[in-house]
C-alpha cells in the first residue's frame, strides 16, 4: 500500500491463479478442476473445434523456439473492476441504491467478471461503530454484494493480513516492530508481524468473517508487509517467533500467513486477490499464494513497470497508478499489458468526490504535505466544477477524469477474451520462430495465443514505426471485411492484435 515507494522488480514466486506454467518445450499438470460449471472447451466443443485447437498449438510448438514464458489459460477472469462505493472517511455512510442498480448494469454490459471494493467498505476508524473488519453499512453492503450476485459477478472486499491502524483500540504494540508503520492520508497503520502468534490470533478470524459474514467470493488482501529484501528495521517485534527461513529471497512467516488465508479462501470455492507493494510480487519460494495479483500502485513509469512484471507468474492485473505515472494515450495501458498475459483494471462505481480528505474531526497525519490528502483535493475541486461527470473514480485514476477510459477498456476487451478463452496455450514474447518471415525489429514484442484461432499480439514500445512480416497472412483480430495480408506497420506506441486467416 505504500504508494511513494520506487519501483523495484521481485523474484519469481508464487503461481498464481488455476493456470498451468511451464517453460518452453516442458510439460506443466493441470491443477484441480473448479466446482464451477465446466468451460466450452469441455463442454461445447465439437471434434472440429478440437481439431483446429490442436492444430494451431502444434503449429507453435513446431514453430516457436524460444519465448520468455508458456503458460495454458485455466479459470481466469480479465475483467476486473475497482468499484468506489463512496466516500471514507465520511460524513454519513455510504447507502446503495439506485444509482448502484445501474452503474452495475453498465459494468454487466460491459462485459466485466470480478468486483474489487477497497478500504471504503469498511469501518477501520471506527467512526459508525464497526471496525477495519466489518462493513461501514452492513445492511448496504449485503445489499451490494446482492446486487453483485444478481448480475451474474463475483465480489471481493479488502483486507490486510499485517496492517491495523494504530490507534485502534484493540492494537497492542507487541505485534508490530517498533517504527514499522505506513502513515499516509488518514491511516496511521503499524505493519503487525506475521510472525507473530498473537497477531496472528487475532487476525485470521476475522478475515474468516469477512468471507463468511457478507457471502463474498473471496478477499483483495494488501499485504501491510515490507519484504526482507527492504526491511530497514530488524529489531523483532515482542511476540514474534523465527519459526522460517527469512532472506532476501525468502519471505518465510508472511508466505506461510498468506498460504493459510488461501487455502480458506479455496476450501470456500473463492478467489484470492494479492497486491504486496508497488511492483512486488511474494517472495514466497514458490509457495501458492494467491490467484490475481495487483501492481502498480505508486510506480511512476508505465513502462518500468511493464519489463518488472512480465515474467511474473499470471494472473498478474496491472493498474498504473495515475497519481504517479503518466499515460500518452488511454491505449497505452493494453500496450503494456496485453502481450504478457495481463489486462488492466477498470475503474468505476460512484465518482470518487475526495471529500475523504477533509472530514472534520479525522485526523491526516501528513497534512498539507501528504500525497493522497493533496490528490483528494484536486478530485474536489475537479468534482466540485464538474458536479455531472465526467467523474473520477479513485485514487489511482486521472484527476481531471479521462471522459474515453470506459469506452477504451472495452473496446481492448472484446480485443482480449479470445485471446484467452478457456484452454489457450500462451507463448509469450516470442524469440526465435518460424512464424514471421524476418526477425521482429527492435522494440517489438509479440506474442501468441493458440485455441480454435490462431492470434498474435504484437507491439512496438518503440518510439519510430516499425514493419513487420508474419509467414503466414492474417487479418486484424474482430475485422470482418479486411484482406488477409503478410506486412504490417506498427506505428510507434502501438498494439495490434492479429487473427491468423482461415484457409481452405
Known sequence: MDRRRFLTTGIEGAIGGAILSAAPGEAASPSPPSASAAPPIL?????????????????????IRTCLRKHLVANYLPAQCCYNLGEYP?????????????????LKEHGIQLIQ??????????????????????????????????????????????FLQRT??????????????????????????PASPGWRAYVLPRLLRILDDYGADGIYLDGGYVSNARKRIHAPAKDEIVAFEETAQHDGAFADLLALVYAEVKRRGGVLKLHVDAADQPKTAGLRVYDYLWVGEGVGNADALREAVKDYPPY????????????????????????????????????????????????YPGGEQDFWVRRCREAWKHYQAHPNGPY?????????SRPEARPTHARWLARYRPLVEEGTWAWIEIGQSDLFARPLPKDVVASAFA???LHLAVANYGRNAAE???????????????????????????????????TG
Open 451 to 453: 485455441n480454435r484461432d
Open 43 to 63: 463442454r461445447t466443443y465439437t471434434a472440429e473445434d478440437h481439431r483446429r485447437r490442436l492444430e494451431n498449438i502444434a503449429r507453435c510448438r513446431r514453430g
Open 316 to 363: 498478474v492485473v496491472p493498474c498504473i497508478d495515475m497519481t504517479f505515472a503518466k499515460v500518452e494515450t488511454d491505449d497505452e495501458p493494453y500496450l503494456h499489458a496485453i502481450p504478457y498475459l495481463q489486462f488492466p483494471m477498470l475503474q468505476a462505481g460512484r465518482p470518487f468526490t475526495g471529500e475523504r480528505g477533509m472530514i472534520p474531526g479525522v485526523s
Open 168 to 193: 485502534d483500540p484493540d492494537f497492542r504494540q507487541e505485534w508490530s516492530r517498533e517504527g514499522d508503520n505506513l502513515v499516509v492520508g488518514y491511516w496511521n497503520m503499524a505493519r503487525c508481524s
Open 392 to 400: 473520477t473514480y479513485g485514487g489511482w485514476d486521472s484527476v481531471p
Open 90 to 106: 465520511c460524513r454519513k455512510p455510504w447507502d446503495p441504491g439506485e444509482y448502484d442498480e445501474r452503474e452495475l448494469d453498465r
Open 117 to 162: 471494493v477497497f478500504d471504503e467498505w469498511n469501518d477501520s476508524l471506527r467512526l459508525f461503530g464497526g471496525d477495519k473488519y466489518t462493513a461501514l453499512n452492513p445492511a448496504g453492503f449485503r445489499r451490494f454484494v446482492e446486487m453483485v450476485h444478481r448480475r451474474g459477478m463475483k465480489i471481493l472486499p479488502y483486507a490486510s493480513p499485517c
Open 468 to 502: 513487420i512480416e508474419t509467414a503466414e497472412p492474417f487479418v486484424p483480430s474482430g475485422e470482418t471485411t479486411v484482406a488477409p495480408a503478410t506486412r504490417w506497420t506498427l506505428p510507434a506506441r502501438t498494439l495490434q492484435v492479429l487473427r491468423m486467416a482461415k
